[in-house]
DNA sequence: CGTAGCGCCTGCCGGC
DNA sequence: TGCCGGCAGGCGCTAC
C-alpha cells in the first residue's frame, strides 16, 4: 500500500501530535504481525518517555525516545492514525497507545497483518533497515548510482527502482508512474538502460515522489493520512489504474503482470 | 550470485 | 442471492 510518500505523508502529520509527548496505556491487541512484535522492548523504551522524534527510513515509520526507536511499517493495508480516545476501535487495530496529556490516541490498524511493528535500542541493531538501499529524495547523483548498481543486472527495470535493497520507497503504483513520465519500457532489463536515461528515470522518480508527497499520497482503498484523510495524488496519476487512453498519445494504456504485479504503461510512450 | 515464484493475510469486486 | 476466483500501495524466503 503506502509508498514513500504516503509514509512521508503520515510522518508530517504524526509530528506534531507525537513529538514531546509521552505515550501511555501501551496496549497491543496481538502479539503478532507478520512477525512476533517484541512488546516488551517496546514498553520498556516508550511507557513514560517523551517521543522526542518522528522520522522515516524507506517506508518505515521510526519514533525515536531517549532510549530506543519503534519501528512501524505498514505493509499493504496499513493505518497508522492519531484520533480521540473515544472513538470505537476498528476491526484489526494490532496497538494502540495514549498519548499523554491530550485526549487522542495513537492507533495501528493493519487488516492484512503484512504490516511490521518493532522496537530496537539502536537503530544499527534493526536489521530491518540494515539491508536498505538509497533514499531517492536524499541520494546525490541519483543516475549515476542507479547505473553502477545496474551492472549485471537483467531484471526489468521496473522491478529494479522497486528492489529495496537497491532504491527506497518506489512502490508498485509510483514505479508505473516514474517509468511513464521518464518515457521507458517497464520491460527493459536494467543494464540495458543508458546514461541519458537513467538521468530521466533519475529525475522522474524524484518529481513524482515530491508531487505525490505535496498531494498528501496516493488513496486507492486503504491509505489514509494520519489525521484520516484521502491522498489526492490518485487524480494526478497518468498511468496507474485508467483505463481511459494515454494522456499524451490517445494510445489505449496496457496493463500487464510483472512478478506477480500489475504494471499499467504506454506502448508508444514509452520505449 | 541473480532471478522467478510463492506465501503471508483480509476484503472487495465482478462474473456466473 | 451466493459462491469463487482474482486482485490489492510489500516483502522475505525458497529453489534453481
Redesign the pocket.
Known amino acids: 500500500?503506502?509508498?514513500l510518500p504516503?509514509v512521508e505523508t503520515v510522518v508530517q502529520g504524526l509530528s506534531l501530535a507525537v513529538t514531546g509527548h509521552s505515550l501511555s496505556a501501551i496496549t497491543f491487541h496481538r502479539d503478532k504481525i507478520?512477525e512476533e512484535i517484541p512488546t516488551q522492548l517496546f514498553r520498556e523504551l516508550f511507557e513514560g518517555q517523551p517521543v522526542l522524534d518522528i522520522f522515516r527510513r524507506?517506508?518505515y515509520i521510526i519514533l525515536r525516545t531517549d532510549l530506543g526507536f519503534g519501528l512501524i511499517?505498514l505493509?499493504?493495508?496499513g493505518v497508522l492514525a492519531v484520533e480521540s480516545k473515544a472513538l470505537p476501535l476498528p476491526?484489526?487495530t494490532h496497538f494502540t497507545a495514549d498519548i499523554d496529556s491530550t485526549s487522542e490516541r495513537l492507533r495501528f490498524t493493519d487488516?492484512?497483518?503484512?504490516g511490521r511493528l518493532g522496537a530496537v535500542k539502536n537503530l544499527n541493531d534493526s536489521i530491518?533497515l540494515s539491508?536498505l538501499g538509497v533514499e531517492p529524495l536524499i541520494q546525490k547523483n541519483l543516475a549515476g548510482y542507479l547505473g553502477k548498481m545496474a551492472k549485471?543486472?537483467?531484471?526489468?527495470i521496473k522491478?529494479f527502482i522497486?528492489d529495496?535493497k537497491i532504491l527506497v520507497g518506489v512502490?508498485?503504483?509510483y514505479a508505473s508512474e516514474s517509468l511513464f513520465d521518464a518515457g521507458i519500457s517497464p520491460l527493459r532489463?536494467?543494464n540495458s538502460l543508458i546514461k541519458i536515461e537513467w538521468l530521466r528515470l533519475s529525475r522522474s522518480i524524484q518529481s513524482i515522489l515530491k508531487k505525490a508527497i505535496k498531494a498528501g499520497?496516493?488513496?486507492?482503498?486503504?491509505?489514509r493520512t494520519s489525521g484520516g484523510e484521502m491522498g489526492y495524488f490518485v487524480n494526478e496519476l497518468s498511468v496507474?489504474g485508467k483505463k481511459e487512453p494515454c494522456m499524451k498519445c490517445f494510445h489505449p494504456i496496457m496493463q500487464m503482470?510483472q512478478?506477480?504485479?500489475?504494471t499499467w504503461f504506454c506502448s508508444v510512450c514509452q520505449k
Open positions: 500500500m503506502p509508498e504516503e507478520r524507506g517506508k511499517h505493509g499493504m493495508s476491526r484489526h487488516p492484512r497483518r503484512f530491518w539491508s549485471n543486472r537483467k531484471v526489468p522491478n522497486m529495496s512502490g508498485n503504483i532489463s536494467a499520497g496516493t488513496t486507492l482503498k486503504d491509505y496507474y503482470r512478478s506477480g504485479r500489475s
